[in-house]
């Protein structure tokens, strides 16, 4: 039995972002997790629960101020069984309850009003899935689910997936092939649906389906490489729309989006203390859909191991320049800008003591300082320093 339990409390000054001047606006969010799971073991299965509560309330004091509050529950229950050393199978099923409320003070008034009221902005679903698996003795294997999405405002959808892959061992390692064809479906967010001046309860799923072709190249007591062709089609896209005369709505976008790309993955054990892992991302998009995601990405992040239980660990992140998109206020009209590249270096060192039973942690991230943006006019968290520990009782 595992259970967890979170606070976080942001309290955060920031500017007015539309008229670009200074201001004395403050974000204040407080975040309360709580979690449990129960896992019961039986000859050659398991059977297991992942239950969670999450509650949220913001606070925005600015010219224009309101306060958020949202509650989900969520509750995955499933039953993995081994038939025997060549065929297993997960059978599961997925419970999510979300509702969210906000006020905010009309023109005219000194008073908080109701503008998201939580007995209509809910939803629930569930979600019976089924996963099998079948490892073959001459190096065919493969992987193939599906998902019964039950949802309360859009019914029954249907999502599957399919991964073959076919092994085949050299003197050195081996190579694998691989394929695999996923359908995905991704309902509208509350706040999209619901919020008063910009939601639309008319709006549609996005749906997309994603196939992958690639090659993995193993080395034995090394690691592997490998090199992954990918294509997205995405239809039924939800996009923040101008209507005209000032007015915004989120809306479906008629047309199709695709996306396509290269991924590479490195995983090298180099000696016996240093570990490298890395990954590279091309990715190629369409126009429309190019919002904030880079052309080049990249990983790496190489471990140093000098003693049993101690890790160093050095990363580097990359993302290469990215369009953006922001509301002028001197020509009304949003308009495009360039983000520029940035790269993260970050350091993690770790010990553990007391015969492995308590973790010493500690962390800085973004070394040197590195001044960036996600999205345009918003800042970033600058060098950050973690200590923690971890005791298992």
Same mark, same amino acid.
């Not at 979690?35 to 999450?54: Q, R």
């Not at 892959?165 to 190579?175: A, E, I, V, W």
């Not at 369409?286 to 471990?303: H, Y």
């Given at each position: ?76 229950? $499933? ?76 019914? &029954? ?10 092994? &085949? ?70 996009? $923040? ?65 000098? $003693?049993?239980? &101690? ?35 970050? $350091? ?31 800042? &970033? ?13």
């Amino acid at each position: 039995l595992r259970t967890y339990g979170s606070f976080d409390n942001v309290d955060a000054a920031f500017d007015d972002s539309f008229a670009g001047t200074d201001a004395d606006n403050v974000s204040v969010s407080e975040q309360y997790r709580f979690g449990i799971s129960p896992e019961f073991n039986y000859n050659n299965g398991s059977l297991a629960v992942n239950a969670a509560y999450n509650h949220i309330d913001r606070t925005i004091e600015s010219a224009f101020p309101s306060i958020f509050n949202g509650n989900s529950i969520v509750v995955d229950a $499933f039953n993995r069984y081994n038939f025997n050393d060549q065929f297993y199978t997960v059978l599961g099923v997925n419970f999510q309850n979300n509702q969210m409320e906000s006020s905010t003070i009309p023109f005219g008034s000194n008073d908080f009003e109701t503008s998201i009221n939580s007995d209509e902005a809910h939803f629930t679903i569930v979600d019976p899935y089924l996963n099998v698996v079948y490892i073959s003795d001459f190096g065919l294997n493969l992987n193939a689910g599906v998902r019964v999405n039950n949802h309360s405002q859009y019914g &029954t959808n249907l999502v599957y997936n399919i991964n073959p892959s076919y092994r &085949t061992d050299l003197n050195f390692g081996y190579l694998k092939g691989l394929l695999s064809y996923s359908t995905a479906y991704i309902t509208p967010s509350l706040f999209q649906l619901f919020e008063p001046g910009f939601g639309n309860p008319d709006l549609e799923p996005e749906e997309n389906q994603t196939i992958e072709v690639g090659a993995e190249l193993g080395f034995k007591g090394t690691g592997f490489i490998s090199l992954v062709y990918f294509n997205r089609n995405e239809e039924n896209f939800i996009d $923040f729309v101008d209507t005209g005369n000032f007015v915004f709505q989120y809306q479906n976008i008629a047309e199709v989006f695709i996306a396509s790309g290269l991924e590479f993955v490195a995983q090298l054990r180099l000696n016996p203390v240093i570990n490298l892992n890395a990954n590279f991302t091309y990715t190629s998009v369409e126009e429309d859909l190019s919002l904030r995601i880079p052309k080049i990405m990249g990983n790496a992040r190489v471990d140093y191991l000098p $003693f049993k239980n &101690t890790i160093f660990s050095l990363s580097y992140e990359y993302n290469g320049d990215r369009t953006d998109s922001f509301f002028n206020d001197e020509t009304f009209e949003n308009e495009i800008v360039t983000l520029d590249s940035f790269g993260l270096l970050d $350091f993690y060192v770790s010990q553990k003591i007391l015969g492995e039973k308590m973790t010493l942690f500690a962390n800085i991230t973004n070394i040197f300082n590195e001044d960036y943006q996600e999205l345009f006019g918003f800042t &970033t968290r600058g060098r950050n320093v973690h200590i923690g520990f971890s005791l298992q009782i």
